[in-house]
Protein backbone atom coordinates (compact mmCIF):
# COMPACT_ATOMS: atom_id res chain seq x y z
CA UNK A 1 0.00 0.00 0.00
CA UNK A 2 1.30 3.34 -0.80
CA UNK A 3 3.29 5.70 2.19
CA UNK A 4 0.22 8.28 1.89
CA UNK A 5 -2.71 5.95 2.34
CA UNK A 6 -1.01 4.72 5.47
CA UNK A 7 -0.47 7.73 7.18
CA UNK A 8 -3.93 8.89 6.28
CA UNK A 9 -5.33 5.28 7.54
CA UNK A 10 -3.24 5.63 10.91
CA UNK A 11 -4.18 9.28 11.23
CA UNK A 12 -7.98 8.31 10.89
CA UNK A 13 -7.47 4.69 13.22
CA UNK A 14 -6.02 6.92 15.63
CA UNK A 15 -8.79 9.58 15.82
CA UNK A 16 -11.44 6.69 16.12
CA UNK A 17 -9.32 5.61 19.45
CA UNK A 18 -7.86 9.47 20.91
CA UNK A 19 -10.82 11.08 19.59
CA UNK A 20 -10.59 15.24 18.86
CA UNK A 21 -9.23 15.59 22.89
CA UNK A 22 -5.93 13.70 21.52
CA UNK A 23 -5.20 15.19 18.68
CA UNK A 24 -1.01 15.19 19.91
CA UNK A 25 -1.89 11.10 19.63
CA UNK A 26 -3.13 11.15 16.82
CA UNK A 27 -0.22 12.88 14.77
CA UNK A 28 1.64 10.70 16.59
CA UNK A 29 -0.09 7.88 15.24
CA UNK A 30 -0.07 8.90 11.98
CA UNK A 31 3.75 9.44 11.92
CA UNK A 32 3.75 5.97 13.24
CA UNK A 33 1.90 4.80 10.29
CA UNK A 34 4.58 5.83 7.73
CA UNK A 35 7.69 5.12 9.39
CA UNK A 36 8.09 1.42 8.34
CA UNK A 37 8.72 2.55 4.86
CA UNK A 38 11.48 4.64 5.91
CA UNK A 39 13.72 1.39 5.97
CA UNK A 40 14.21 2.87 2.23
CA UNK A 41 16.81 4.55 3.91
CA UNK A 42 18.80 1.25 4.31
CA UNK A 43 18.50 0.15 0.66
CA UNK A 44 22.69 0.10 0.71
CA UNK A 45 23.07 -1.73 3.34
CA UNK A 46 20.06 -3.95 2.46
CA UNK A 47 22.44 -6.94 0.68
CA UNK A 48 25.10 -7.28 3.55
CA UNK A 49 21.82 -7.10 6.60
CA UNK A 50 19.35 -9.14 4.76
CA UNK A 51 16.41 -7.56 7.58
CA UNK A 52 17.51 -4.00 6.55
CA UNK A 53 15.32 -4.93 3.18
CA UNK A 54 12.43 -3.07 1.96
CA UNK A 55 9.60 -5.31 4.28
CA UNK A 56 12.43 -6.01 6.30
CA UNK A 57 12.46 -5.55 9.97
CA UNK A 58 10.89 -2.27 10.03
CA UNK A 59 7.56 -4.60 8.99
CA UNK A 60 7.71 -6.56 12.10
CA UNK A 61 5.64 -6.10 15.71
CA UNK A 62 9.65 -6.22 16.65
CA UNK A 63 10.83 -3.14 14.52
CA UNK A 64 7.57 -1.31 15.03
CA UNK A 65 7.57 -1.44 19.42
CA UNK A 66 11.43 -0.28 18.85
CA UNK A 67 10.38 2.82 16.59
CA UNK A 68 7.36 3.39 19.39
CA UNK A 69 9.55 2.84 22.34
CA UNK A 70 12.29 5.56 20.58
CA UNK A 71 9.50 7.85 19.81
CA UNK A 72 7.78 7.81 23.11
CA UNK A 73 10.46 10.05 24.25
CA UNK A 74 11.85 11.80 21.21
CA UNK A 75 8.54 12.50 19.11
CA UNK A 76 7.19 14.84 22.06
CA UNK A 77 9.73 17.25 21.82
CA UNK A 78 10.28 17.05 17.82
CA UNK A 79 6.45 18.06 17.96
CA UNK A 80 6.68 20.74 20.53
CA UNK A 81 9.30 22.08 18.27
CA UNK A 82 7.54 21.50 14.92
CA UNK A 83 4.12 22.36 16.00
CA UNK A 84 3.67 24.05 19.68
CA UNK A 85 4.01 23.36 22.68
CA UNK A 86 0.46 21.52 23.08
CA UNK A 87 1.75 18.84 20.86
CA UNK A 88 4.27 17.74 23.85
CA UNK A 89 1.81 17.59 26.66
CA UNK A 90 0.10 14.16 27.45
CA UNK A 91 1.70 10.77 28.91
CA UNK A 92 4.80 9.08 27.72
CA UNK A 93 2.85 5.01 27.52
CA UNK A 94 0.04 7.08 25.59
CA UNK A 95 2.26 8.43 22.55
CA UNK A 96 3.60 4.40 22.68
CA UNK A 97 0.52 3.40 22.64
CA UNK A 98 -0.51 6.11 19.65
CA UNK A 99 2.91 4.84 17.42
CA UNK A 100 2.66 1.17 18.20
CA UNK A 101 -0.79 1.35 16.73
CA UNK A 102 -0.13 3.27 14.05
CA UNK A 103 3.48 1.33 12.98
CA UNK A 104 1.03 -1.98 13.54
CA UNK A 105 -1.84 -0.70 11.17
CA UNK A 106 1.17 -0.19 8.72
CA UNK A 107 2.24 -4.13 8.90
CA UNK A 108 -0.86 -5.04 8.65
CA UNK A 109 -2.20 -3.31 5.76
CA UNK A 110 1.44 -4.23 3.67
CA UNK A 111 0.24 -7.91 4.80
CA UNK A 112 -3.51 -7.23 3.34
CA UNK A 113 -1.92 -6.90 0.12
CA UNK A 114 0.16 -9.25 -2.05
CA UNK A 115 3.13 -8.17 -0.72
CA UNK A 116 4.95 -10.20 2.36
CA UNK A 117 6.18 -9.08 5.53
CA UNK A 118 7.89 -10.80 8.38
CA UNK A 119 5.90 -10.33 11.91
CA UNK A 120 7.67 -11.86 13.86
CA UNK A 121 11.15 -10.91 12.57
CA UNK A 122 13.69 -11.33 13.82
CA UNK A 123 12.57 -14.41 15.97
CA UNK A 124 11.06 -15.92 13.19
CA UNK A 125 11.51 -15.82 9.10
CA UNK A 126 7.70 -16.62 8.61
CA UNK A 127 6.28 -14.54 6.11
CA UNK A 128 2.54 -13.74 6.22
CA UNK A 129 0.72 -12.01 3.10
CA UNK A 130 -3.35 -12.40 2.81
CA UNK A 131 -3.50 -11.00 -0.95
CA UNK A 132 -6.60 -9.48 -0.56
CA UNK A 133 -5.68 -6.32 -2.49
CA UNK A 134 -3.30 -4.58 -4.91
CA UNK A 135 0.05 -2.97 -2.77
CA UNK A 136 -0.49 -0.26 -5.13
CA UNK A 137 -3.88 0.79 -6.25
CA UNK A 138 -4.67 3.48 -8.13
CA UNK A 139 -8.61 4.30 -6.84
CA UNK A 140 -7.08 4.18 -3.00
CA UNK A 141 -4.35 6.14 -4.39
CA UNK A 142 -6.47 9.19 -5.67
CA UNK A 143 -9.52 9.07 -3.06
CA UNK A 144 -6.28 9.49 -0.28
CA UNK A 145 -5.31 12.33 -2.35
CA UNK A 146 -8.82 13.52 -2.36
CA UNK A 147 -9.18 12.65 1.50
CA UNK A 148 -6.27 14.30 2.88
CA UNK A 149 -7.10 17.60 0.34
CA UNK A 150 -11.09 17.70 2.06
CA UNK A 151 -9.39 17.76 5.67
CA UNK A 152 -7.09 20.41 4.70
CA UNK A 153 -9.45 22.90 3.41
CA UNK A 154 -12.17 22.16 6.15
CA UNK A 155 -9.51 22.86 8.73
CA UNK A 156 -10.42 26.40 9.97
CA UNK A 157 -12.82 26.71 7.35
CA UNK A 158 -15.71 25.02 8.68
CA UNK A 159 -17.75 24.29 12.11
CA UNK A 160 -15.32 21.70 14.09
CA UNK A 161 -18.48 19.56 14.24
CA UNK A 162 -18.15 18.69 10.51
CA UNK A 163 -14.64 18.41 10.48
CA UNK A 164 -15.25 15.67 12.98
CA UNK A 165 -17.78 14.73 10.91
CA UNK A 166 -15.73 14.19 8.01
CA UNK A 167 -12.73 12.58 9.84
CA UNK A 168 -15.71 9.93 10.99
CA UNK A 169 -17.06 9.44 7.30
CA UNK A 170 -13.68 8.96 5.98
CA UNK A 171 -12.67 6.25 8.65
CA UNK A 172 -15.37 4.51 7.97
CA UNK A 173 -15.55 4.26 4.16
CA UNK A 174 -11.62 2.86 4.68
CA UNK A 175 -13.13 -0.05 7.53
CA UNK A 176 -15.85 -0.74 4.53
CA UNK A 177 -13.29 -0.85 2.05
CA UNK A 178 -10.91 -3.09 3.80
CA UNK A 179 -14.25 -5.10 4.89
CA UNK A 180 -15.33 -5.30 1.50
CA UNK A 181 -11.82 -6.91 0.31
CA UNK A 182 -11.94 -8.62 3.04
CA UNK A 183 -14.96 -10.67 2.06
CA UNK A 184 -13.88 -11.14 -1.32
CA UNK A 185 -10.46 -12.58 -0.51
CA UNK A 186 -12.75 -14.70 1.53
CA UNK A 187 -14.93 -15.67 -0.67
CA UNK A 188 -12.42 -16.60 -3.60
CA UNK A 189 -10.35 -18.54 -0.97
CA UNK A 190 -13.24 -21.17 -0.57
CA UNK A 191 -13.01 -21.35 -4.42
CA UNK A 192 -9.11 -21.99 -4.17
CA UNK A 193 -9.76 -24.37 -2.06
CA UNK A 194 -12.26 -26.37 -3.74
CA UNK A 195 -10.89 -26.38 -7.10
CA UNK A 196 -7.32 -26.39 -6.69
CA UNK A 197 -5.90 -22.83 -8.06
CA UNK A 198 -2.63 -21.94 -6.51
CA UNK A 199 -3.27 -18.16 -6.61
CA UNK A 200 -5.48 -15.18 -5.45
CA UNK A 201 -5.13 -12.27 -7.23
CA UNK A 202 -6.80 -9.07 -6.61
CA UNK A 203 -7.28 -6.32 -8.78
CA UNK A 204 -7.97 -2.74 -8.96
CA UNK A 205 -11.45 -3.16 -8.53
CA UNK A 206 -12.57 -4.47 -5.13
CA UNK A 207 -15.20 -6.55 -6.32
CA UNK A 208 -13.18 -8.46 -8.65
CA UNK A 209 -10.70 -10.96 -8.23
CA UNK A 210 -8.64 -13.36 -10.25
CA UNK A 211 -7.81 -17.27 -9.50
CA UNK A 212 -4.97 -18.48 -10.90
CA UNK A 213 -3.02 -21.72 -11.78
CA UNK A 214 0.52 -22.67 -13.19
CA UNK A 215 1.50 -26.19 -13.28
CA UNK A 216 4.95 -27.06 -15.32
CA UNK A 217 5.69 -30.27 -16.02
CA UNK A 218 8.33 -32.60 -18.33
CA UNK A 219 6.41 -32.36 -20.59
CA UNK A 220 4.17 -29.94 -20.81
CA UNK A 221 2.99 -26.32 -18.81
CA UNK A 222 -0.89 -25.91 -17.95
CA UNK A 223 -2.09 -22.24 -16.90
CA UNK A 224 -5.50 -21.67 -15.96
CA UNK A 225 -7.70 -18.55 -14.82
CA UNK A 226 -11.20 -17.27 -13.89
CA UNK A 227 -12.52 -14.18 -12.63
CA UNK A 228 -14.56 -13.74 -9.57
CA UNK A 229 -16.98 -10.95 -8.57
CA UNK A 230 -18.00 -10.37 -5.04
CA UNK A 231 -21.80 -9.87 -5.93
CA UNK A 232 -21.90 -11.33 -9.31
CA UNK A 233 -20.43 -14.59 -8.88
CA UNK A 234 -18.09 -15.94 -11.72
CA UNK A 235 -17.76 -13.76 -14.40
CA UNK A 236 -16.48 -15.76 -16.83
CA UNK A 237 -15.80 -19.99 -17.57
CA UNK A 238 -12.14 -20.46 -16.37
CA UNK A 239 -10.04 -20.59 -19.15
CA UNK A 240 -6.80 -22.95 -19.53
CA UNK A 241 -3.77 -23.38 -21.90
CA UNK A 242 -1.81 -26.47 -22.20
CA UNK A 243 1.63 -25.51 -23.79
CA UNK A 244 3.73 -28.80 -25.13
CA UNK A 245 7.24 -28.57 -26.19
CA UNK A 246 7.72 -26.72 -29.96
CA UNK A 247 9.94 -28.46 -32.34
CA UNK A 248 14.09 -27.65 -32.08
CA UNK A 249 14.13 -26.50 -35.57
CA UNK A 250 11.83 -23.84 -36.97
CA UNK A 251 9.02 -24.99 -39.61
CA UNK A 252 5.60 -23.81 -40.57
CA UNK A 253 3.07 -23.10 -37.90
CA UNK A 254 -0.69 -24.09 -38.63
CA UNK A 255 -2.80 -23.50 -35.74
CA UNK A 256 -2.95 -20.79 -32.75
CA UNK A 257 -1.96 -23.66 -30.09
CA UNK A 258 1.29 -23.82 -32.60
CA UNK A 259 1.46 -20.59 -32.20
CA UNK A 260 0.95 -20.23 -28.55
CA UNK A 261 3.98 -23.11 -27.68
CA UNK A 262 6.54 -21.16 -30.10
CA UNK A 263 5.89 -18.06 -28.79
CA UNK A 264 5.67 -18.97 -25.01
CA UNK A 265 9.20 -18.85 -24.38
CA UNK A 266 10.80 -15.88 -25.98
CA UNK A 267 7.82 -13.70 -24.57
CA UNK A 268 9.15 -14.88 -21.32
CA UNK A 269 12.39 -14.17 -21.93
CA UNK A 270 11.63 -10.76 -23.21
CA UNK A 271 9.55 -9.25 -20.75
CA UNK A 272 10.78 -9.99 -16.61
CA UNK A 273 6.62 -9.72 -15.39
CA UNK A 274 5.83 -12.58 -17.06
CA UNK A 275 8.16 -15.05 -15.90
CA UNK A 276 7.79 -13.28 -12.15
CA UNK A 277 3.55 -13.15 -12.37
CA UNK A 278 0.90 -15.32 -13.64
CA UNK A 279 0.51 -15.37 -16.98
CA UNK A 280 -2.11 -15.92 -19.99
CA UNK A 281 -2.23 -15.16 -23.61
CA UNK A 282 -4.72 -13.85 -26.43
CA UNK A 283 -3.82 -15.04 -30.12
CA UNK A 284 -5.09 -14.18 -33.46
CA UNK A 285 -4.68 -15.22 -36.84
CA UNK A 286 -3.92 -13.24 -39.71
CA UNK A 287 -3.04 -14.76 -43.20
CA UNK A 288 0.26 -15.08 -42.89
CA UNK A 289 1.40 -14.98 -39.41
CA UNK A 290 0.17 -14.65 -35.85
CA UNK A 291 -0.08 -12.82 -33.17
CA UNK A 292 0.24 -13.55 -29.48
CA UNK A 293 0.35 -11.08 -26.79
CA UNK A 294 1.06 -13.01 -23.65
CA UNK A 295 0.27 -10.82 -20.72
CA UNK A 296 0.49 -10.50 -16.90
CA UNK A 297 -2.58 -11.30 -15.17
CA UNK A 298 -1.11 -9.14 -11.94
CA UNK A 299 0.36 -5.82 -13.51
CA UNK A 300 -3.11 -4.59 -14.85
CA UNK A 301 -4.84 -0.99 -15.43
CA UNK A 302 -7.62 0.90 -16.44
CA UNK A 303 -8.33 -2.83 -18.80
CA UNK A 304 -5.00 -2.91 -20.24
CA UNK A 305 -2.07 -4.82 -18.83
CA UNK A 306 1.57 -5.45 -19.29
CA UNK A 307 3.02 -7.89 -21.40
CA UNK A 308 4.48 -9.05 -25.03
CA UNK A 309 3.37 -9.45 -28.01
CA UNK A 310 4.99 -11.92 -30.17
CA UNK A 311 4.22 -11.92 -34.25
CA UNK A 312 4.68 -15.76 -35.50
CA UNK A 313 5.35 -16.29 -39.19
CA UNK A 314 2.85 -18.58 -40.79
CA UNK A 315 5.82 -19.82 -43.23
CA UNK A 316 8.46 -20.53 -41.26
CA UNK A 317 7.84 -19.99 -37.27
CA UNK A 318 10.10 -16.67 -36.86
CA UNK A 319 9.18 -15.09 -33.44
CA UNK A 320 9.05 -11.01 -33.17
CA UNK A 321 8.52 -9.84 -29.88
CA UNK A 322 8.00 -6.16 -28.52
CA UNK A 323 7.08 -5.25 -24.99
CA UNK A 324 3.49 -3.70 -24.52
CA UNK A 325 0.78 -2.52 -22.32
CA UNK A 326 -2.74 -2.78 -24.05
CA UNK A 327 -5.86 -4.78 -23.72
CA UNK A 328 -5.70 -8.34 -23.98
CA UNK A 329 -9.17 -8.13 -25.94
CA UNK A 330 -8.16 -5.81 -28.16
CA UNK A 331 -5.53 -7.47 -29.86
CA UNK A 332 -5.29 -6.96 -33.61
CA UNK A 333 -3.46 -9.95 -35.84
Not at 177 to 188: F, H, Q
Not at 280 to 293: G, Q, S, Y
Request: aromatic letters at 14%.
Amino acid sequence: MDLFTHVLIAYLVSYGVWGPGGLQYIAAGALAGGLPDSDALFFPLAKRFPLLRHHGITHSIFGVTVIAAVGAFVVPSVFAHVIGPSFAAGSTLYYFLAMEGGGLSHVFLDGFTHYSVPPFAPFSKLEFHLDADRAINLGTFAFTGFSFWLLLYERGRVPVALWELTTWLLLAIYLSYLAVRGVGRWKAGTIQKKEGYSSVIPTGNPFVFLLAEERAGSDSTFLRFTRLHLLRGREDDPRSIRLHPPPNSPGPVASPQEALERSYHPSISKGWMLSETHHFAEVREAPDHFTVFWYSLEFSMLGRSAGVVARVDSADGHVDTRSAWMAPKNLTA
